[in-house]
């Protein structure tokens, strides 16, 4: 237990040490936050809160996809999971502790949203909303963690493998309920972005209890498909 | 989709590269190029050839292009003052050319306060036994810019002015 504790004390130290990751994980979430509230949340608090569970969901995608599942394919193409044969040391308990400094950088980026609402646009959340954001950031997490696993497999050796990952991040984002109520502005895209799996996982940060099936299936679906990807593709150096 | 916000978006982005022009030819600056390209991503150009030339030159010269967005932005709101689809056409301009990712103020702060790394990059340029490309050199040198402190404060006056742009407390005091 200290072994996986220490071990993700480093993960985060080492994160703070990456500067383009401290931008895009912590610093960017609150800027677009806090430019979009104040743009358009100024006189309606309810979009305020609205986005500010939108860009929770946002910093989970990018978390798990960029900073979760893309990482553990480039362990397995750079060789470095050959070093814990030699070490008293799991690559599992490795994993584990990165996933666990990634979920606790992204409960910190939420805390410290939560508070800026708070502070600046007098977006309270109740207990039970606070429950359902949590929700929404594991289920989230799992999501597009095992999506990230399963586009960086199948991209893994190719030129320019992170565009597709990047590419699938922005079209999600862009075509959920993140920023903007996509199906009352389109109800005919807001039909088609129902199919993504990124939106039934804002829906369950914003209180929608029955969004949470989609949510588990995604999980499901994910977990196994990057189970028989993993098996049935060698990523290579 | 409205087309018609691509004229002034047009014409915006021409007043701009001529700005750049006209202060080239003022200060008798080499024009290089002027033209149209695709890297980094779409734009037009006015390219000068920078060898030697002092820092207040080049400043002015990069500056300028948004110096005439501003003038023509100022002018707008002086006989319009309104909030339409123009209004907004000019906020996005300015958003884009204060932008602290890649925009005239980025090489203006870099040349100044990486002077030496800047000059190096001429030196790499025109010796043909280095074993550096000046674009690898250019790479290290933005990285020492890039999310450092000078660069996060580039980044916080550009969300501030975002804000005073497009945000309804301060807009509705214009109109």
């Not at chain 2, 001429?122 to 810019?145: C, H, M, V």
């Amino acid at each position: 237990m200290k072994t996986f504790l220490l071990s993700t004390y480093y993960q985060l130290l080492i994160y703070t040490r990456v500067k383009i990751a401290v931008f895009f994980s912590f610093v960017f979430p609150i800027f677009i936050f806090v430019v979009f509230s104040f743009i358009w949340g100024y006189h309606n608090l309810t979009y305020s809160k609205f986005l500010l569970t939108g860009v929770i969901i946002m910093k989970v995608a990018s978390d798990g996809m960029f900073s979760v599942g893309n990482i553990i394919v480039k362990f397995y193409q750079d060789g470095f999971v050959k070093y814990f044969k030699g070490i008293p040391y799991s690559f599992m308990k490795y994993i584990g502790t990165l996933v666990t400094s990634r979920i606790i950088n992204t409960i910190v980026t939420s805390a410290v949203l939560l508070g800026i609402g708070v502070l600046f646009f007098h977006t309270i959340f109740g207990f039970l909303e606070l429950i359902y954001i949590l929700l929404g950031i594991v289920g989230g997490f799992i999501i597009f963690s095992f999506l990230g696993l399963i586009i960086s497999i199948f991209t893994a050796g190719k030129d320019d493998d992170q565009s597709v990952t990047f590419f699938i991040y922005f079209i999600m984002l862009f075509l959920s309920n993140i920023f903007y109520p996509l199906n009352q502005l389109n109800p005919t895209f807001g039909k088609i972005a129902y199919i993504l799996p990124i939106n039934p996982v804002v829906d369950l940060t914003r209180g929608d209890l029955v969004s949470g099936i989609p949510v588990i299936l995604w999980g499901i679906v994910f977990t196994i498909a990057s189970y028989v990807s993993f098996e049935k593709h060698e990523i290579g150096r | 989709m409205n087309y018609y916000v691509l004229i002034p978006l047009l014409f915006i982005l021409l007043m701009h590269e001529t700005g750049h022009y006209v202060a080239a030819k003022v200060m008798k600056l080499r024009i290089e190029k002027a033209g149209f390209t695709y890297k980094p991503f779409p734009r037009f150009y006015v390219s000068i050839i920078d060898n030697g030339i002092s820092f207040q030159k080049r400043g002015w010269f990069l500056i300028s292009g948004n110096l005439m967005t501003f003038v023509l932005f100022f002018i707008y709101l002086s006989l319009f003052s309104r909030y339409d689809i123009v209004y907004y056409v000019f906020s996005y301009q300015l958003i884009v050319e204060t932008n602290p990712f890649y925009s005239d103020y980025t090489t203006i702060i870099f040349s100044y306060f990486y002077k030496d790394d800047f000059k190096r990059q001429f030196e790499i340029q025109s010796s043909p036994d280095s074993d550096q490309t000046d674009k690898d050199y250019k790479e290290n040198y933005k990285n020492k810019y890039l999310f450092g402190k000078l660069w996060y404060l580039h980044f916080l006056v550009w969300g501030i002015f975002i804000i005073g742009l497009l945000s309804p407390v301060i807009s509705t005091s214009h109109k």
